[in-house]
């Protein structure tokens, strides 16, 4: 192994060590990497190949490397999941069916737990947009949530579709709720469960920056005062508690820990 390599490497390994990425962070990309340490994609690529292979960092397609562990972690890092034993899923059956919500009864075993059956809510798939724009400004709609009976302020976002892709789901939610269209494309952030013990219903958070204004809102049942709001008065709305939803709470959390996409990227 070269200098060149020996010094990519260890710049990349104190960067992992140092616990800034996380247990579970994403490194820089390929590109950010070579540029920074003044080195070719070749080498960025060789070094991150080992690291993997020793099982510090783990490749996902399309998404980059992320950080598997933290060899000096101040604290207890859990077993990897292919050391766990998984619950046993015997069967399931429907209680409860229609085109909005689907009750089941799924006859599961824990690890050395006498099986029984848990209650299961399986809803859809949505998809849900952080749209900024040049000022950092975030597009947002004023709605009123009959279920907890309350005004707020909800990211912009709805079901994905069947077949439907989930990015192109939450650019059409945007348009349809705010009449402004994404300029660039939406980039995927992360994907959780809003009750993961019970109920499944995976939301896809996507952030964007840039949108033209196309028209006015033309889906009425959704649309509500559409406004951007500076990211900076965030923090201050959720102390307010005038935020609405896990997904506008995940969304824009989301991008406050990890930043904004570039200003560049508006125009791409």
Not at 1 to 14: I, Y
Not at 78 to 83: D, G, L, V
Not at 187 to 195: I, L
């Given at each position: 192994?070269?200098?060149?390599?020996?010094?990519?490497?260890?710049?990349?390994?104190?960067l992992i060590?140092?616990?800034?990425l996380?247990?579970?962070?994403?490194?820089?990309?390929?590109?950010?990497?070579?540029?920074?340490?003044?080195?070719?994609?070749?080498?960025?690529?060789?070094?991150?190949?080992?690291?993997?292979?020793?099982?510090?960092?783990?490749?996902?397609?399309?998404?980059?490397?992320?950080?598997?562990?933290?060899?000096?972690?101040?604290?207890?890092?859990?077993?990897?999941?292919?050391?766990?034993?998984?619950?046993?899923?015997?069967?399931?059956?429907?209680?409860?069916?229609n085109r909005?919500?689907?009750?089941?009864?799924v006859?599961?075993?824990p690890?050395?737990?006498?099986?029984?059956?848990?209650?299961?809510?399986?809803?859809?798939?949505?998809a849900?947009a952080?749209?900024l724009?040049?000022?950092?400004?975030v597009?947002?709609?004023?709605?009123y949530?009959f279920?907890?009976?309350?005004?707020g302020?909800?990211?912009p976002?709805?079901?994905?579709?069947?077949?439907?892709?989930?990015?192109?789901?939450?650019?059409?939610?945007?348009?349809?709720?705010?009449?402004w269209r994404?300029?660039?494309?939406l980039?995927?952030?992360?994907?959780?469960?809003?009750?993961v013990?019970?109920?499944?219903?995976?939301?896809d958070?996507?952030?964007?920056?840039?949108?033209?204004h196309v028209?006015?809102?033309?889906?009425?049942?959704?649309?509500g005062?559409?406004?951007?709001l500076?990211?900076?008065?965030?923090?201050?709305?959720?102390?307010?508690?005038?935020?609405?939803?896990?997904?506008?709470?995940?969304?824009?959390l989301?991008v406050?820990?990890?930043?904004?996409?570039d200003r560049?990227?508006?125009s791409?």
């Open positions: 192994m070269g200098e060149l390599t020996e010094r990519v490497e260890q710049s990349v390994r104190d060590n140092s616990g800034e996380g247990p579970a962070g994403r490194l820089p990309s390929e590109r950010s990497l070579a540029r920074d340490l003044e080195a070719g994609r070749t080498t960025i690529r060789l070094v991150l190949s080992k690291l993997a292979a020793e099982g510090i960092i783990r490749s996902e397609h399309g998404r980059g490397y992320f950080v598997n562990r933290v060899p000096n972690a101040s604290y207890d890092l859990p077993p990897r999941a292919e050391e766990l034993e998984p619950w046993t899923i015997h069967g399931e059956r429907t209680i409860y069916d909005w919500v689907k009750m089941a009864l006859d599961v075993e690890p050395g737990v006498e099986r029984f059956e848990h209650h299961v809510v399986r809803l859809h798939h949505v849900i952080v749209v724009d040049d000022q950092d400004r597009l947002m709609l004023w709605r949530r279920v907890p009976g309350k005004w302020w909800e990211l976002g709805g079901i994905v579709d069947a077949e439907e892709d989930s990015e192109l789901a939450a650019a059409r939610e945007v348009e349809e709720e705010t009449g994404p300029t660039a494309k980039e995927h952030a992360v994907t959780y469960q809003p009750m013990g019970m109920v499944d219903s995976p939301h958070i996507f952030v964007g920056r840039g949108a033209e028209g006015e809102p033309t889906d009425a049942e959704e649309a005062h559409v406004a951007w500076p990211l900076a008065d965030i923090p201050q709305l959720i102390k307010e508690d005038a935020l609405l939803g896990s997904g506008t709470l995940v969304g824009l989301h406050m820990a990890l930043g904004a996409p560049a990227t508006a791409s």
